[in-house]
């Protein structure tokens, strides 16, 4: 955190400029990434378990998901994630994307479960998903993602001087944040398409 102050007059003038405030590893930045990774949970959630669809739509959600993932490896997974996840980043667009792309997930996942027998008879939770590496990785980078753009919205409006401080503000900390997000969505791509070859070797 860098402090400026300024004096001058009789009494003083002191200004504290705190554009670190939101910083990649301050307390602040740490309760916006966990309210991001809930938001996306939440949103997951309401998808996957409280959306009530009948099995001729479960049947069609599944065929339409099928045909998305359709040949996808590894690269394709981080890719696919990587492009949802850089779009969250946009301050104010990226919380609402971030909310309907977990949304949306839910709701596919939701019509796997209740068209797949094997699932349905073990009463498998769709929150199981979030029990496994890369489904942790992912929720924590789609957790950034979603607080950077809240906090950048934040900042937008409440700061004067946007560009004297635009590379400390902005541009730096969602730099560093993009680049953290891409890590972990990397590592679980590779993890995640892992798992899918050992399931279908298992299967």
Known sequence: MQIVILKGGEGGIEERNTYYRFSTISRKRVLFLVFGIILFIGAYSVGAMLVEINDSEAQIIKR????????????????????AAVWMFIPGFGIVLGVFTAFSTGVAFNAILQTSPSFVS???SPLIVFLTPFGVLEAIAYGIA??????????????????KYWKEKFLIP??????????????????????????????
């Open 64 to 83: 339409q998901f099928e045909e998305e993932v359709k040949g996808i490896d590894q690269s394709g997974i981080f890719l696919n994630n990587i492009q």
């Open 122 to 124: 073990h009463q498998i």
């Open 146 to 163: 979603i607080s950077r753009s809240g906090i950048l919205s934040f900042q937008l409006i409440k700061t004067k001087n946007k560009k």
């Open 174 to 203: 969602t730099v560093i944040e993009i680049g953290i997000v891409t890590s972990l969505l990397f590592i679980g791509a590779i993890i995640e398409w892992q798992m899918v070859q050992q399931s279908v070797r298992v299967g």
